[in-house]
């Protein structure tokens, strides 16, 4: 297929888009025409819901900063294997609808490793998916927002095709 083809199909795709994939495409196009950064890379359900629990960690004296909202396809592929196993499309982060959080003064390593679960328990009470719940691996700084659709939903929107 010629390039102008795959360029034509992909604009009929967005034009057939769900409403969801809609909403999370207009998003990052913002976010990358507007160069956003930390917690406005959150597409808006998401970036409210950190809110409050920033807000409520600081609260409980625990107080927490985002490490990373959005993530390219490119920063996807340059982290480790160890780091994560999701490669290009297959993260929360690259349709900004996943964070990862620290906490402030103390970044990765908090007085008291209980604080993780403080943090799990007050986002999960938000409706975020906590990273320290998984099974295979463990990643207490991760939160998501699983809005009735999963990155597979969204994958195929999102693939390149020029």
């Known amino acids: 297929m010629t390039n102008w083809k795959k360029a034509f199909y992909s604009i009929i795709d967005v034009v057939v888009m769900d409403r969801h994939s809609k909403r999370v495409a207009r998003h990052l196009s ?3 025409l507007y160069e956003l950064k930390g917690r406005d890379t959150l597409d808006p359900p998401l970036k409210e819901k950190f809110l409050k629990l920033q807000t409520r ?3 409980l004296g625990k107080p927490i900063w985002i490490v990373e909202g959005f993530r390219s396809a490119i920063r996807q592929r340059s982290l480790s294997s160890n780091v994560t196993k999701a490669t290009d499309l297959q993260s929360y ?3 900004g609808i996943a964070f990862d959080v620290a906490f402030k003064f103390h970044n990765w390593t908090p007085p ?3 604080w993780w679960y403080v943090l799990g328990e007050e986002g999960e009470k938000l409706g ?3 990273g320290g719940r998984w099974k295979n691996i463990v990643d207490v700084g991760h939160f998501e927002l699983h809005q009735g659709f999963t990155w597979r939903d969204l994958k195929h929107y999102f693939e390149r095709s020029i």
């Open 30 to 32: 913002k976010v990358l």
């Open 57 to 59: 960690m600081q609260e």
């Open 93 to 95: 982060h690259q349709y």
């Open 112 to 114: 008291e490793y209980n």
């Open 128 to 130: 975020l998916i906590w």
